[in-house]
């Protein structure tokens, strides 16, 4: 049996996220330059994002930039944007056909005003589609998403649209950049490293992690197969005991 046919269709995870991570390193153990393995990593994108909506997953939701990357040298920044550019107008055929839509969260007004019109295409022609939503992290960071929604929030109280005996977790999912998502279920990091580096923070709370020493130009199919595998052998019991859940 393939690894795939050992999957439960009905305890598939709604919402996936994955740190996308290692693809320098990828290169190096090759002897070329960074850039190629950011090149190659773009195609793992295109076989997971397939792979997840052949599967049923509805949401996924990648790790492409954080706002700490702005920090790297300049000319893997312009690698970076141009990838994405030539990718948005490369993959959306793959988004159409597989009945995908495009969505972002990050601070994308950071990004080159040629990358936010490409996204904003993407997004727009891709905005009924209704299979799975992918939703590409930019210049994303937890923390900034955080602030962001404590301001949006104290402004609402200070005009008195909001009192504050009513906020609750739910006023505060609904000024996070994932406001239509629900929660992870599954975070998948790759490359060995395990840390959470600033990515959903609020959103993870009771995801269960998966730790892979593969580089991301590597991860194909079977490796995300695996790492769903491994989360529906878990028991997720949310504060409540085994027993109870039976
Ligand atoms: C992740 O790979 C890709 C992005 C940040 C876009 P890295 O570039 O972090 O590769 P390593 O971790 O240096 O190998
Ligand atoms: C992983 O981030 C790649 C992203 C998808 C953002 P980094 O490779 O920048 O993370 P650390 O700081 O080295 O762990
Ligand atoms: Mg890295």
């Known amino acids: 049996m393939s690894i795939k046919e050992e999957l439960n269709i009905d305890k598939l995870p709604?919402?996936?996220s994955i740190i996308m991570d290692g693809n320098g390193r990828w290169a190096k153990q090759q002897g070329k330059l960074r850039v190629f393995g950011h090149e190659n990593g773009t195609k793992s994108v295109r076989e997971i994002t397939e792979a997840c909506a052949e599967l049923g997953i509805e949401n996924l939701t990648l790790y492409a930039s954080s706002t700490e990357n702005w920090k790297r040298p300049k000319l893997e920044v312009q690698t970076l944007m141009r990838l994405l550019i030539s990718s948005l107008k490369n993959e959306i055929k793959t988004l159409q056909e597989n009945n995908i839509?495009?969505?972002t969260i990050g601070n994308t007004t950071d990004l080159p005003k040629k990358v936010q019109r490409e996204l904003f295409d993407v997004i727009e022609q891709t905005k009924n589609n209704t299979r799975m939503t992918l939703n590409l992290a930019l210049s994303y960071?937890?923390?900034?998403?955080l602030l962001n929604t404590i301001k949006q929030i104290s402004i609402k109280v200070k005009n008195n649209i909001?009192?504050?005996?009513k906020i609750d977790e739910s006023v505060i999912n609904e000024h996070l950049y994932t406001r239509n998502l629900p929660d992870v279920d599954l975070l998948i990091?790759?490359?060995g490293e395990q840390r959470i580096?600033?990515?959903l923070l609020w959103q993870i709370a009771y995801a269960e992690l998966f730790f892979t020493d593969i580089l991301w130009p590597d991860f194909t199919k079977n490796h995300l197969y695996e790492a769903i595998l491994c989360y529906q052998n878990r028991e997720r019991r949310f504060g409540k005991t085994s027993e109870q859940l039976k």
């Open 101 to 103: 839509k495009l969505n």
């Open 189 to 191: 990091r790759t490359s």
């Open 197 to 199: 580096i600033n990515f």
């Open 162 to 165: 909001i009192s504050h005996e």
């Open 141 to 145: 960071g937890s923390r900034d998403e």
């Open 14 to 16: 709604k919402h996936i």
